[in-house]
């Protein structure tokens, strides 16, 4: 289930990248879409991941026994590197979004 979310992930993170999604000077998508309201998606669904795979971790470290050996593998710390930016991007200016979709 984590691939496929991750998957979805990076098809989201693409469509960010188009450019009718990142000009505001373009109003209307090929898909009769706005752009805003593409973005606004696109960024509910960035959360909605980091939110998993946040939540994820959580309960990893909260189910284990061998919670020094949890903190020592590599795997934690690469799904923590994972989230991270996003975190870090709130907190260096949470007035704004933060992430890789900016739509304001």
Do not use: H, Q
């Not at 009769?32 to 909605?48: C, D, H, P």
């Amino acid at each position: 289930f984590s691939v496929f979310i991750i998957i979805l992930g990076v098809i989201a993170f693409v469509l960010d990248t188009l450019p009718w999604v990142r000009d505001p000077e373009l109003r209307v998508s090929d898909i009769g879409l706005s752009n805003t309201s593409v973005r606004r998606g696109l960024k509910a669904f960035e959360i909605s991941i980091v939110c998993f795979f946040t939540m994820e971790i959580i309960t990893r470290f909260t189910v284990t026994t061998a919670k020094k050996k949890f903190m020592f593998d590599p795997i934690t710390w690469v799904d923590i590197v994972a989230v991270a930016p996003f975190y870090i991007g709130l907190m260096l200016n949470p007035s704004v979004d933060s992430g890789s979709a900016s739509i304001f």
